[in-house]
Antibody
Framework: QVQLVESGGGVVQPGRSLRLSCAAS????????MHWVRQAPGKGLEWVAI????????YYADSVKGRFTISRDNSRNTVYLQMNSLRAEDTAVFYC????????????????WGQGTLVTVSS | QSALTQPASVSGSPGQSIAMSCTGT?????????VSWYQHHPGKAPKLMIH???KRPSGVSDRFSGSKSGNTASLTISGLQADDEADYYC???????????FGGGTKLTVL
């Protein structure tokens, strides 16, 4: 079955960097787009970024554009989120999720999710 | 990237039916057959309940159904059960920023 396991969260000071990882198993990883979604404490879900199945296209939420970078290593079945210039408002649980159809160029169906990793930005 | 608009809360008694709305614009909900709905119990992973406006994934109860009219999508849950109590989020692809946008979420309370 599909399994997504996030790691790399923790406490980081404002302005510093952190890299999240999401290890995937149970499916043909290089056929699926992958998303990052976050949920700040007491708030709703916020979409962060998507990377296409082949890594050829990447799109970001305005709130993270220029600071966060999504990437993938299809040989390691892993997607990453490099987060730079972190702010207090980036404090959230970060989830990775799989786009629902293989080789999809339309997106918005997040059919499998990890359990999330908590990022706390605080001095 | 404006969030889709959802009511903050809805409630119903066991066995009843409820509907919750999700309002977007002609650049997202109204233009693409790409609205999805997620059930989120606190502390757990969100779960896909409806995709492409009306499709139900394998394993999701047929008590859950999706519909759409214009720029507004709806999720209906029939035969409410205690375990349906959760937060529900709608989501859509949006062309204005070639990205995905979520609604603010609706808290469903089963009385």
């Amino acid at each position: 079955q599909v399994q997504l396991v996030e790691s790399g969260g923790g406490v980081v000071q404002p302005g510093r960097s952190l890299r999240l990882s999401c290890a995937a198993s149970g499916f043909t990883f290089n056929s699926y787009g992958m998303h990052w979604v976050r949920q700040a404490p007491g708030k709703g879900l916020e979409w962060v970024a998507i990377i296409w199945y082949d890594g050829s296209k990447k799109y970001y939420a305005d709130s993270v554009k220029g600071r966060f970078t999504i990437s993938r290593d299809n040989s390691r079945n892993t997607v990453y989120l490099q987060m730079n210039s972190l702010r207090a408002e980036d404090t959230a649980v970060f989830y990775c999720a799989r786009e629902g159809y293989p080789h999809s160029t339309d997106y918005g169906t997040l059919d499998s999710w990890g359990q999330g990793t908590l990022v706390t930005v605080s001095s | 990237q404006s969030a889709l608009t959802q009511p903050a809360s809805v409630s119903g008694s066991p066995g009843q039916s409820i509907a919750m709305s999700c309002t977007g614009t002609s650049s997202d909900v109204g233009s693409y057959k790409l609205v999805s709905w997620y059930q989120h119990h606190p502390g757990k992973a969100p779960k896909l309940m409806i995709h492409e406006d009306t499709k139900r994934p394998s394993g999701v109860s047929d008590r859950f159904s999706g519909s759409k009219s214009g720029n507004t999508a709806s999720l209906t849950i029939s035969g409410l059960q205690a375990d349906d109590e959760a937060d529900y989020y709608c989501c859509s692809y949006g062309s204005s920023s070639t990205s995905v946008v979520f609604g603010g979420g609706t808290k469903l309370t089963v009385l």
